[in-house]
């Protein structure tokens, strides 16, 4: 009979040990989704402003120049243009 109590404590015990183990698991895992929410959402922030800069209601006059000269490489013919290389090479 004790080593039938034995058996059955150990048993509950190694089940308690694996679901505290599991609950610290679940919890580095909901820190990690956090982060990447809050990172989702900040990129997310940043494409409706860039969104809301090209409505079809009003451009922004200096967000549209932007991106023609970045994407389409237009420039002024009196102007100098320095590249920035960000690769670091």
């Known amino acids: 009979m004790p080593i039938a109590a ?3 404590s150990s048993y509950f015990a190694a089940h308690a040990f694996k679901s505290v183990t599991s609950q610290k698991v679940l919890q580095e895992e909901i820190t990690a989704l956090k982060a990447e ?27 549209l120049d932007e991106l023609v000269r ?20």
């Open 37 to 63: 929410q809050e990172r989702i959402r900040a990129v997310r922030e940043d494409l409706d402003l860039h969104v809301s800069l090209l409505s079809k209601d009003h451009v922004d006059p200096d967000y």
């Open 6 to 8: 034995m058996l059955v």
């Open 70 to 89: 970045k994407d389409l490489g237009f420039t002024h013919p009196d102007e100098i243009v320095i590249p920035n290389d960000k690769s670091g090479q």
